[in-house]
């Protein structure tokens, strides 16, 4: 994962777990809506908030923590 500065923007950059291929990009600024959180614990592992769903054909719905794909149960991927 990847966090992007544009100006005052930031975002968190990756490619979609689901297999898509998409590089999805998350805002994490905060005057942007809709926005996430994005921390690392101590081995830099980012753990995002809220979940992250996929609108495109691929669908996927998961939460990343600790570096770790969570996939939801309304996930076409597990
Ligand atoms: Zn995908």
């Known amino acids: 994962m990847t966090i992007v500065h544009d100006g005052v923007d930031k975002w968190a950059c990756f490619h979609c777990p689901g ?5 999805i990009k998350l805002s994490l600024s905060k005057n942007q809506r809709p926005r996430w959180t ?3 614990d101590w081995l830099r592992r ?3 908030s809220p979940s992250v769903r996929q609108t ?3 669908r996927c719905h998961f939460w990343i923590r600790q570096g770790r ?3 939801c149960k309304d996930s076409p991927r597990r």
């Open 19 to 23: 297999g898509c291929g998409e590089t």
């Open 46 to 48: 980012p753990t995002i």
């Open 38 to 40: 994005a921390m690392s």
């Open 69 to 71: 794909i969570d996939w």
């Open 56 to 58: 495109n054909e691929c």
